[in-house]
């Protein structure tokens, strides 16, 4: 059994670490994490956009979004989201 919400709440205290390996061509600005999206052709950081303290993330150029790290790893990853939940707890080192 996957426990979305600890691997969830793990990856919130982290965020930041974690955006910054994920998306490193973003920057923070106020609570969020504001890049391009490396999904698409997208040429200038704006429209993508992640919630440093919930994890709500979206991409406001193609409606794409989710709402918490796990749908984040998953859509970056083009995975499903349990394959997402179970890389992202053993990067965590969550058990």
Request: charged share 30%.
């Amino acid at each position: 059994m996957i426990d979305f919400d600890r691997i969830n709440r793990d990856a919130l205290a982290v965020l930041p670490s974690l955006l910054s390996r994920w998306l490193p061509d973003g920057r923070r600005i106020g609570h969020e994490w504001v890049c391009r999206n490396p999904r698409r052709a997208d040429r200038k950081p704006g429209s993508f956009r992640v919630n440093m303290n919930t994890g709500r993330w979206a991409d406001f150029a193609t409606d794409d979004k989710g709402g918490d790290p796990v749908s984040l790893a998953a859509y970056l990853a083009g995975i499903g989201q349990a394959d997402a939940a179970r890389n992202l707890a053993d990067m965590l080192g969550i058990e």
